[in-house]
């Protein structure tokens, strides 16, 4: 009897796991088969290469960070700078409960495949773009309230915290330290976002 | 006639161009020994694995990049601020020269080796270690010859300022595009380092 064809989820969800522990490059296609036990030709029903399958892993990343990220950033709080604080310090507990690994995999799948594959950067810089411009809702909503006043654009200041929170994350991760983290609080909520 | 053996540091400059321009996990041995033309034993009498030669590589650019770094940090300088600016601005001139491509070996190697190899994450550790040192000296300096006000501790500050670079870098990567270099700048050297 033939096995049921595996869910293109459940390969998606193993390939989150598998890419976010150890990276695009370094887990091959069939590592993710033997780890969901399916059959070479389910993979290849629903993917046709690697890439493709990498773009759908990416996208459930994505899925799920922004909606983690509505958890923090509501649209009508009265509190919105602390918000923003809450949702990176959320974010500050999971990376220290995992050891100081894995990191954002926007960054690493950015390492890895933007100068190499033109879709997988397009789709990379779209993403940037989304994640950018939901902070920059959250900025906007807390100096229309004044709890901050710093007068630059908020696109460009939002631009701004999130290339100082993934380099943090990334010398975090090397350092095995949360000192660029708490540098990066400590200077983004007392110094820019003011 | 057995061929010359190749030297070590030949192999080890070959390594830095084809890992800086796509990945430690995507080039094998055997691409660098194509493209130097060496023996597989000439690898092997300097390196016992490719982890090994990874580090000789990163130790390389890294070498390098102080030299390039110390052009524009100098003890004796009357305006480190500025020079700490314009070492940046060298460095977003040479990226934007590469096409918005390759980004920061010590953040490249971050992502794929720090949570797999023990050995290179200490390595990196001690690198961002050593280029925030060097840069905190200067903004010491700027500090004592009043070009910079702000009294947080220099070496947390270069830690701050380092992540903003490293993310900006990694962004403007995905996003082919300035605006996080140029986000970075104007915030870094009008609302941080003042």
């Known amino acids: 009897m033939p096995r049921p064809q595996l869910h293109r989820e459940t390969l998606v ?16 296609i069939n590592e993710i088969l033997e780890a969901t036990g399916a059959p070479k030709g389910s993979f290849y ?3 046709e290469t690697k890439g493709e399958f990498g773009l759908a892993v990416l996208q459930l990343y994505y899925d799920l960070h922004m909606e983690f990220m509505r958890r923090y950033l509501k649209p009508e709080s009265m509190t919105p700078k ?21 990191g954002c995999m926007l960054g690493n799948f950015t390492v890895e495949l933007a100068d190499a594959d033109p879709v997988s950067r397009e789709r990379l810089d779209a993403m940037f773009e989304g994640w950018a411009a939901a902070l920059a809702e959250g900025i906007a909503r807390a100096r229309q309230l004044g709890e901050i006043r710093n007068r630059t654009d908020a696109l460009k200041l939002s631009i701004f915290v999130l290339s100082g929170w993934e380099g943090a994350l990334l010398i975090a991760r090397a350092r095995r330290s949360a000192a660029p983290l708490d540098a990066f609080l400590t200077t983004i909520f007392n110094q820019v976002l003011v």
């Open 82 to 102: 602390q918000d923003i604080e809450a949702y990176f310090q959320a974010i500050i507990r999971k990376f220290k409960r995992n050891g100081f690994t894995q």
């Open 13 to 28: 969800e193993q390939g989150l796991k598998l890419f976010y522990a150890r990276g695009f490059n370094a887990v091959g």
């Open 45 to 47: 029903h629903h993917f």
